[in-house]
């Protein structure tokens, strides 16, 4: 049987996360279904709609900012105690600020486990279906790009045209074995290009010596240029929205990638993430609890909770850089992911080697 205390203590942990993550999914569902109001405001169903779609993004918006609730939870948990003196009762029975840290710590361990399994596939799924219906009424519907068995392709209507374009892999700022078929608005066939490799940093490729098939006539050159509303950037961005993939799709794109030849390093850094993500839920409840055993006791509560965010954003930008120095090449993305929970196991580890003094 769980202790009394435990049960005691557990309770109002959990209490508290449930508070603040009501108030934080209130705030989600207000800025969100703005968001999407201005959105649809030319849409014939501007007032259902906008809610659905905040309806099925608000969990993932949610699964994004649980570190954070997570933190200000375990600072309300904390302030409950200090105001009825409970941590000075405890520790005249023997229970000492690390145990309670470590009971606390252990329950969001488990939470976070849970998260990572039920509640992230589950928002995943929505996200998905958030986006699909989005891009419905999105003004670029013109545009597609997709991954099959037979590589890239990209529908893309420019200057009245529409072009079909195939493309092999992706090796750097290059498409390799490009073929483009171009169609009038009537979608007769205009012409074929093939080129060996198209150079697309920007939306003016490069294709490096092209053949070009109009009319039964053929041309050959060493270069030619081709407007397209595609780059490497915005063709890359179509597949790294993580959010929306359950980690069965995660594992499919991983296949996509491969197949186009690229690089496969942010997924699996996003895939280390979520393993690790439990860790990182753990980290910051101990940072909140080392912060509140370490403030005096008579600061107020508005100190604390603007301390909390505070310490939040210092947080989410270690987070952020890191993650963005995945993108050069020289650094092993496994530093990313695991390099902020590195840094924040370590500030623990020292505090905690004091917090029974106080």
Partial sequence: MIQNYKKYLYKNYLNSFLKVSLVFFSLSIIMNLFEEINFLK????????PLFLTALNTPSILFEIFPFIFLISSLFFFMEMMDKDELMIYKVYGLTNLKIIKLISTVTFLVGILIVIFFYNFSASLKFLYLDI???????????????????????????????????????DYL???????????FNLIGVINSDKALIENKTWIL???????????????????????????????????????????EKL??????????????????????SYPIYLTLMVCIASILMLNIKYN????FHIVFGILISVLIYYINYFFKVIIETKDVPYLLSVWGPQLILFMIVLINLVKINEK
Avoid at 134 to 162: F, S
Avoid at 299 to 302: A, C, E, G, M, P
């Fill in 134 to 172: 989005k891009n419905n009424y999105a003004k670029d519907d013109k545009y597609l790009a997709v991954v099959t068995g037979n590589g890239l392709w990209i529908r893309d209507e420019i200057n009245g045209k529409t072009n079909f374009i195939n493309a092999d892999k992706i090796r750097n």
């Fill in 299 to 302: 600061k107020s509560r508005i």
């Fill in 208 to 250: 490096k010596k092209p053949i070009v098939s109009k009319n039964n006539i053929t041309e050959k050159s060493d270069e030619l240029e081709f407007k397209s509303n595609f780059d490497k950037e915005r063709i890359l961005s179509i597949f790294e929205n993580f959010s929306s993939l359950n980690i069965m799709k995660i």
């Fill in 42 to 49: 030319e849409s014939e169903n501007a007032i259902l709609l």
């Fill in 254 to 275: 991983k296949k996509d990638y491969e197949l186009l030849g690229y690089n496969t390093n942010t997924i699996e850094a996003y895939k280390h993430r979520l393993y």
């Fill in 176 to 186: 390799l074995n490009v073929s483009i078929s171009q169609f009038d608005e009537n």
